[in-house]
């Protein structure tokens, strides 16, 4: 079965420095996909960032990268130059194969941005 | 190019009445999924559509719980006898099939239903 750990429960930044959230993973899938969302005081769950397991070079967009180390089976979100509009509750979430391909989520990090 | 919408965003209701909540996907999609998400937690699936076929259902979806998406486009899920156990947001999500998406093909998740039993 696939489980997705992460460790911080919050995590405080200042504005404009970067910040990195942990996200380790369970799985014994030789192929899988882990995915970034960002969910924001509203509810709706945004696409931040996807790292497939047979990719070779770790993933970015924009501010946002993927420290994917698969050996360690971590998936660690890194955001540069933090903004106060990063403040949100943030989760990892492995995609399982086949079939439904539904979602396996983490409990999540709450990040705050301080001015 | 409008995104998931989700009917009502917010439902209170009683012990034991039922509810129903709406979901309108992505018009090109043909996956849709539910989760529910309680306090504190990530989202956790409860069931899954292919088009109009329902071929996923999580143990979480009790028979007290049912989901339709009878035309493959908008779906319901339906709670009877609420328990207050069910206050939990609710959210629905879609995608493409995986045969015309990017590697990524994400699920785009709605603004959810939160529901409070009382």
């Known amino acids: 079965a696939q489980k997705i750990t992460q460790t911080q429960p919050g995590m405080f930044v200042q504005e404009k420095e970067a910040v990195t959230l942990d996200c380790t993973y369970d799985t014994s899938d030789p192929s899988y996909g882990l995915f970034w969302y960002k969910q924001p005081s509203s509810g709706e769950m945004i696409f931040l960032i996807y790292q497939g397991s047979y990719d070779q070079q770790n993933a970015t967009e924009g501010r946002y990268s993927l420290n994917f180390q698969k050996a360690r089976k971590s998936a660690n979100l890194v955001i540069s130059a933090s903004q106060l509009g990063d403040s949100a509750m943030y989760f990892c979430a492995m995609r399982t194969q086949g079939g439904s391909e539904k979602l396996v989520f983490g409990k999540g990090t709450k990040l705050t941005v301080n001015p | 190019d409008t995104g998931v919408s989700q009917d009502p965003r917010h439902k209170i209701t009683k012990r034991g009445q039922n509810v129903t909540f709406r979901c309108d996907p992505i018009?090109?999609?043909?996956?849709l999924y539910w989760y529910r998400q309680t306090l504190g937690q990530g989202p956790e699936f409860l069931t899954y559509?292919?088009?109009?076929?329902?071929?996923?259902k999580s143990r979480l979806l009790s028979d007290r719980f049912s989901a339709e998406r009878p035309k493959g486009s908008f779906s319901t899920l339906e709670i009877q006898r609420t328990e207050q156990g069910d206050s939990a947001m609710y959210l629905c999500a879609s995608s493409l099939p995986p045969y015309i998406a990017n590697s990524y093909n994400e699920q785009f998740f709605g603004p959810g239903t939160r529901l409070t039993v009382l």
């Open positions: 559509f292919q088009n109009e076929a329902q071929l996923e």
């Open positions: 018009s090109e999609h043909n996956r």
